[in-house]
């Protein structure tokens, strides 16, 4: 995975490339050869709300209004008039759920470069704090009258404006380009796959060089997208008792075409029965789809082999979107949690030094997507119970069993305000474990050690409270702190055993990226399938598709 399946972030944080712009692909020029676009796009009044891919329209005086408050200059009125017609005034940015993929991603990427060239003047405290709102509160209903909502959206696509227009060194980006960058329509994925196909065919090295993942996934693209025209594969239908080593009958004939036609099994050998060869490819299909290889039939692989081509093709086509709006380039250390892979990658440029297994948060606590950068080692940690758990667990656990703070090694710090500050000391039983890492966010996101061992053992690690699990948090702190002076692994041991809270500052922070991938190509250009843990495909699928 590392790079190849998502991203690196810079250990120069003063240079930024956005894979939100490689679409500029199509579009890309030097400045000092390309002529002032003063064209404006007409007004497509063929997208309907039927068929939009979003739910939330702007009213064309909304943007008047706009641009006369902010005395924009002419190439920006033009550039800003042009997106929101070829989009007939949708919102790029929110639907009534809230802040889209695109709004998340792109906000996520402007937080950054704010974090490290804090002279991008146009974002404000104000406008932090409004966003701030807007990514962490699930429960706002989105209104497209609403006037905050309408000049955040507007505010966003400005940033999205000034930023292709003078900050890519490479090249200036196309008006076309810029409005093909959040989708207007849904579309159907047969018909989309192949514009990416012929795109990248077109323009594939400009692909590459910008994105190496992106490249990587598109020849997947091309493969599914054939499958697919071509029927699709077989339903395996039956039972996993209907799959014994040996045995030939119609279940397995259909598994065995499934494989083929999908590649796990090569050649033109007639194969009958589940034979070695089948067990093989069986254990090659369950690695690259999140499951634990056995060569056996189980009703989750039954499962995961009957998702329709077509639909694969869509989750390929959605993560290609995903790859376009994440940080780009391979030097210095990085650290990478894909939540769906349940995996941690730890990266030094383009090298993977290693990875391990993650827990992260269960449906109903999402573990947030952003970067960051890991600054802090924390040895021996208290856990700061937050509002939300002290309220729905331990409270009630407290009113039920008085004993219940000293059973978990807790104690009360305060007991001001309307309910009490409780943490739990250090120790074997502390929810954190022996160590945490910190990289200061606004979700209160970290990773750390856990006593819940066991949580490791199972193909599908969603359980904690939005917080990331580690399997092996010594590896973690042994290489984030090798050219620390004092820190061998003799002394980090002794450290995460003292039971007396320490803190490490890092001489130089390691960003941090958390993704949501669910469909990559990985070092060895091995295709990966993730589970949709979060439904963001599902509900991604539905929005972009006919």
């Not at 240079?15 to 030097?30: R, T, V, Y």
């Not at 060869?277 to 999140?290: L, M, N, R």
Request: hydrophobic share 40%.
């Amino acid at each position: 995975m590392g790079c190849g399946m998502a991203f690196a972030c810079s250990g120069n944080m003063h240079k930024f490339i956005f894979l939100f712009l490689i679409l500029c692909a199509l579009g890309c020029k030097n400045t000092s050869s390309l002529k002032e676009d003063t064209t404006i796009t007409p007004r497509d009044i063929s997208i309907t709300a039927q068929e939009a891919y979003n739910d939330l329209f702007l009213d064309s005086t909304d943007m008047e209004q706009f641009l006369a408050q902010h005395q924009l200059n002419d190439t920006l009125s033009r550039r800003l008039r042009s997106f929101y017609n070829a989009r007939n005034y949708q919102y790029a940015w929110f639907n009534s759920s809230g802040l889209t993929e695109q709004g998340k991603g792109f906000w996520n990427l402007q937080e950054y470069i704010h974090a490290h060239t804090p002279d991008t003047v146009r974002i404000t405290a104000d406008l932090i704090k409004t966003m701030d709102r807007f990514y962490t509160d699930a429960t706002l209903s989105i209104q497209a009258k609403s006037a905050s909502v309408k000049n955040t959206e507007l505010y966003l696509s400005l940033l999205l404006m000034e930023y292709a227009m003078h900050h890519i060194e490479e090249g200036y980006i196309r008006r076309e380009a810029i409005e093909s960058f959040i989708p207007k329509r849904k579309e159907n994925v047969l018909i989309l796959a192949k514009s990416f196909i012929d795109a990248h065919h077109a323009k594939g090295k400009q692909y590459s060089d910008v994105n190496p993942a992106f490249a990587r996934l598109m020849p997947y693209v091309e493969k599914y997208h054939s499958i697919s025209t071509g029927g699709g594969w077989p339903e395996v239908t039956g039972k996993p008792t209907d799959f014994s080593p040996g045995n030939s009958n119609p279940h397995i004939q259909a598994l065995i075409q499934r494989l083929r036609i999908d590649e796990y099994i090569s050649g033109t050998d007639s194969i009958t029965t589940l034979n070695t060869e089948v067990q093989d490819a069986i254990k090659k299909f369950e690695s690259a789809h999140g499951l634990t290889p056995t060569g056996k039939v189980s009703a989750s692989l039954l499962q995961v082999l009957n998702v329709p081509a077509d639909v694969r093709l869509k989750q390929l086509l959605i993560n290609l979107d995903r790859m376009q709006w994440m940080i780009q380039q391979p030097a210095g250390k990085l650290l990478i949690v894909n939540i769906p892979e349940f995996v941690l990658h730890v990266k030094d440029g383009d090298e993977e030094v290693f990875q391990m297994d993650v827990v992260v948060g269960k449906e109903a606590h999402h573990t947030t997507l952003f970067t960051g950068d890991l600054n802090q080692v924390v040895f021996s940690p208290y856990w700061n119970i937050p509002p939300g758990i002290l309220q729905n667990e331990i409270l009630p656990a407290m009113e039920k069993d008085k004993n219940y703070l000293a059973e978990k090694n807790m104690e009360i710090v305060s007991n001001e305000g309307s309910i009490p500050v409780i943490r739990q000391l250090p120790g074997p039983s502390n929810a954190l474990g022996k160590v945490k890492f910190l990289f200061p966010n606004k979700f209160n996101i970290y990773f750390h050690d856990t006593p819940a061992k066991d949580l490791f053992k199972k193909d599908l690690r969603a359980f904690s409270h939005g917080c990331i699990r580690l399997s092996d948090p010594a590896k973690l702190a042994a290489w984030l702190l090798k050219e620390e002076a004092g820190w061998d692994a003799k002394n980090i041991t002794e450290a995460m055993n003292k039971g007396t809270e320490q803190t490490v500052v890092l001489k130089e922070k390691v960003p941090v990226c958390i993704t949501y991938y669910t469909a990559w190509v990985d070092e060895n250009n091995v295709l990966r399938f993730a589970p949709d843990i979060y439904k963001h495909d599902e509900v991604m699928m539905k929005r972009r598709f006919l």
